[in-house]
């Protein structure tokens, strides 16, 4: 079946068994060298102009293209994005828990969009967003690289990081105003007012 699929055209350009370029050749003739070579002829780009066949185990063929298909899909794997989603008041052991979160899914090759979600007048103090994510970017040090910096979009403030053992990290900005540590941060959040969340949310 795999050799009758090249017998559809009269001519093909052949690869060898060796990869070498033969050039043009009569398909039956292209046949034949497969068959004395106790191997397959194979129609590797049939839209070409004349088509392509190689020579080849294809038993082999089949299973380097199924090799090459797994790895492409562990690439595009890579690019997934895992979500952290966190409010101002989260603290403590909550975010210990999205911060292990966060590694987990680093460690697996995946980005991470951090997201902080603001609520009534906790979008006054969108500074208490930019200390939380500044935390996030000194614990997890040189194992990522910012894709996207931390920036406010209506209530919600995000920043996608991507794994990079090589890479520096850029610490945010904060309009020269030092970062507080994080169980003051949810303090500030109290103080106006607002009720603290303590559940860890991940998306």
Same mark, same amino acid.
């Given at each position: 079946?795999?050799?009758?699929?090249?017998?559809?055209?009269?001519?093909?350009?052949?690869?060898?068994?060796?990869?070498?370029?033969?050039?043009?050749?009569?398909?039956?003739?292209?046949?034949?060298?497969?068959?004395?070579?106790?191997? =397959?002829?194979?129609?590797?780009?049939?839209?070409?102009?004349?088509?392509?066949?190689?020579?080849?185990?294809?038993?082999?063929?089949?299973?380097?293209?199924?090799?090459?298909? &797994? /790895?492409? &899909?562990? &690439?595009?794997?890579?690019? =997934?994005?895992?979500?952290? #989603?966190?409010?101002?008041?989260?603290?403590?052991? @909550?975010?210990?828990?999205?911060?292990? +979160?966060?590694? #987990?899914?680093?460690? /697996?090759?995946?980005?991470?969009?951090?997201?902080?979600?603001?609520?009534?007048? /906790?979008?006054?103090?969108?500074?208490?967003?930019?200390? &939380?994510? +500044?935390?996030? %970017?000194?614990?997890?040090?040189?194992?990522?690289?910012? @894709?996207?910096?931390?920036? %406010?979009?209506?209530?919600?403030?995000?920043?996608?990081?991507?794994?990079?053992?090589?890479?520096?990290? #850029?610490?945010?900005?904060?309009?020269?105003?030092?970062?507080? @540590?994080?169980? =003051?941060?949810?303090?500030?959040?109290?103080?106006?007012?607002?009720?603290? @969340?303590?559940?860890?949310?991940?998306?």
């Amino acid at each position: 079946m795999i050799n009758q699929r090249c017998l559809r055209h009269p001519d093909v350009r052949l690869i060898g068994a060796e990869g070498e370029q033969v050039g043009i050749v009569a398909t039956r003739k292209a046949l034949q060298m497969a068959q004395d070579a106790g191997l =397959d002829l194979v129609l590797v780009a049939p839209n070409a102009q004349p088509p392509v066949c190689r020579i080849i185990d294809y038993g082999k063929y089949k299973y380097e293209t199924v090799k090459r298909e &797994k /790895e492409n &899909k562990h &690439k595009r794997k890579a690019q =997934d994005v895992k979500g952290i #989603k966190f409010r101002p008041g989260t603290a403590g052991h @909550d975010l210990q828990v999205l911060l292990k +979160n966060a590694r #987990k899914f680093l460690d /697996e090759g995946d980005k991470v969009r951090f997201l902080v979600q603001f609520r009534a007048r /906790e979008i006054t103090h969108p500074e208490i967003g930019i200390e &939380k994510m +500044n935390w996030f %970017l000194e614990q997890l040090g040189d194992t990522v690289q910012i @894709d996207k910096p931390a920036g %406010l979009e209506g209530k919600q403030m995000t920043m996608v990081v991507s794994p990079n053992k090589k890479a520096p990290v #850029k610490k945010e900005k904060t309009d020269g105003k030092q970062a507080k @540590d994080v169980q =003051d941060s949810s303090e500030t959040v109290q103080d106006h007012g607002d009720r603290q @969340d303590t559940a860890p949310q991940s998306v």
